[in-house]
Structure formats: structure tokens, C-alpha cells
């Protein structure tokens, strides 16, 4: 260090270069830290029971949380430590630095009451096993899978795939849905005046062909369990649906099977296709 300073005073081009290259350092060090971070979440790990893999994500939650909860206390702590160092180089104490963001911290910590909360509500939703990384959620009105839990904030991808940044504080209620889904269950009655076999085919069809329309919104191919024989006669096609999004049920393909069962009954209505849901 001695050394350093002795060439900074012969060489005030020295001492830009030196400030240059600190504050790369620390950029490229995070950079770095959050490349490999990433890799490790999405890092395929096989299982033992199985021989499927699935991501670290995936598999081990709690441990991809904590891992994004140390990146982000790392990059403060490099980003914190690499501003000292250059201060340093304009002739600032590092005792002067370190003490002063003390006593600032300390002062505007009454006003600063939104950030202890965040902080410390973070640590408890990670330790307490509320939320974990990869995880279908639903925080306040947003709903979407948990990409990251940090000191401040929480975010979430929703349908759209936007990010979307809430304020630790700001989680009340945690709604989660371990299963990634919903299930739709739709019961349609068959009155005896309809074909059984031409129904059998052409609402499945109905089923299928919005499926590759809104795959965003239902996630795999719907399920058929054929007519079943009870009071009345019924089908029933099961859905797996993004959280949130039963309008596109109860509206659009409702009113899909209507207008084709009104071709053989035209009585029909819509009070005989009932729709029930399950979170797996």
C-alpha cells in the first residue's frame, strides 16, 4: 500500500488509472457472483430415486433462496467496500467513511423504517418457509412464480412474463399454489335429445383447440373423462390453468360448448355446464 502511495504522488495519472480499475473490479466481481449463481440455480441435478433431473430451483427451493439472499447482501458488501477504497484515493479516511455511513445510517434510520421492515420481513419469509424461489404465489393482487427473494424486494414473473418488484413490507397475505396450477373441472350435462358420440368428439375438440390458443394460460393438454351415467348424463373435461385466469372458462369456453350443443337442443343453457376448481 506504502508503495501505491508513493507512486499515486509521483503520478496523479496513476491515480485515476487506480480508481478505474477498482471500480471495474467490483463491477466484474458481481458480475460474476450472479453468473454463477445463476448457473447453480439452473443447474440440472438428478434424483435418486428417479432418473429425471430437474434444476436446483426446482428440487432444492429453500437452498436457491438463500443463494439469492447472499448475492444480494455480497453485492452490497463489494459495492460498499469498493466506494470506501476509492474514497480513500482522494484522500478520505476509510475510518472516516466506515464511521460516517455509521452514524448516517443510524440517523436516518427513523426514516428509513420502510427498508428495516423490508429486510427483516424478507429473512422471515425465507426461514420461516412462506416463499421459495420457482414457486407459484399469490402476494396482494400479483400472481406469478417467485424469481427472487432479496433484502428489499420480492419479485415475481407473471403470465406476461413481466417482473414484477414488491416491497417485502408490502406482503400481507401469501396465497401458495404448490402445484404450479389450478384445476378446472367443467361438468357439461347432456340432455337425452343430444348425441352422445358427436358431443364426444366435438367438445374435447373445442377443449383441445383452445389449448394451443392460450397455452400461456392453460398449461397442458386438457384431460377427457367421457360421458358419466348418474341423475343425468355428463362430461367431464378437467383443465390446468394459471392462477387467476378462470375467466377464460367460465366465459369463453362455456360459451363455445353452448352454441354447439344448441345445435342438437335449443333449449340449452348455460346453467347446465357447472365449473368447480382445486389447487393441487
Given amino acids: ?46 434424483s435418486k430415486t428417479t432418473t429425471s433431473e430437474a434444476s436446483l430451483t426446482r428440487r432444492y427451493p ?10 444480494s447482501a455480497g453485492t452490497f ?21 466506515f464511521a460516517s455511513a455509521t452514524v448516517i445510517g443510524l440517523a436516518v434510520g427513523f426514516g428509513l423504517q420502510g427498508f428495516v421492515q423490508d429486510l427483516v420481513i424478507g429473512l ?17 393482487d400479483e400472481i406469478g412464480n417467485v424469481d427472487n427473494i432479496g433484502l428489499r424486494f420480492t419479485t415475481l414473473v407473471n403470465l406476461n412474463g413481466q417482473r414484477i418488484l414488491i416491497p417485502n413490507r408490502n406482503i400481507a397475505t401469501i396465497s401458495q399454489f404448490r402445484g404450479g396450477c389450478i ?20 367438445i374435447p375438440a373445442i377443449a383441445k383447440a383452445m389449448y394451443h390458443q392460450h397455452k400461456s394460460i392453460i398449461l397442458a393438454t386438457p384431460e377427457t373423462f367421457g360421458v358419466k351415467e348418474g341423475q343425468w348424463r355428463y362430461l367431464r373435461i378437467k383443465f390446468k390453468l394459471w392462477p387467476g ?26 346453467w347446465m355446464i357447472t365449473v368447480t376448481y382445486k389447487v393441487e
Fill in 124 to 140: 422471515t419469509l425465507i426461514f420461516s418457509n412462506a416463499l421459495n424461489i420457482g414457486e407459484m404465489v399469490k402476494l396482494g
Fill in 245 to 270: 385466469q378462470t375467466k377464460l372458462i367460465e366465459e369463453t369456453f362455456k360459451e363455445r360448448v353452448i352454441q354447439v350443443l344448441k345445435q342438437s337442443y335449443v333449449d340449452y343453457a348455460s
Fill in 62 to 71: 429453500k437452498i436457491a433462496t438463500i443463494i439469492t439472499l447472499f448475492v
Fill in 183 to 202: 384445476r378446472a373441472y367443467v361438468d357439461i350435462q347432456l340432455p337425452q335429445e343430444i348425441d352422445e358420440k358427436a358431443i364426444s368428439l366435438a
Fill in 77 to 97: 458488501t463489494i459495492y460498499f467496500v469498493a466506494i470506501g477504497m476509492i474514497l480513500r484515493e482522494f484522500k478520505i479516511s476509510l475510518t472516516t467513511y
Fill in 1 to 46: 500500500m506504502e508503495l501505491i502511495n508513493t507512486l499515486t504522488k509521483i503520478n496523479p495519472i496513476l491515480r485515476i488509472l487506480l480508481i478505474i480499475l477498482l471500480a471495474a473490479a467490483a463491477h466484474f466481481t458481481v458480475k460474476a457472483i450472479r453468473r454463477f449463481s445463476q448457473w447453480l440455480l439452473t443447474m440440472k441435478i438428478g
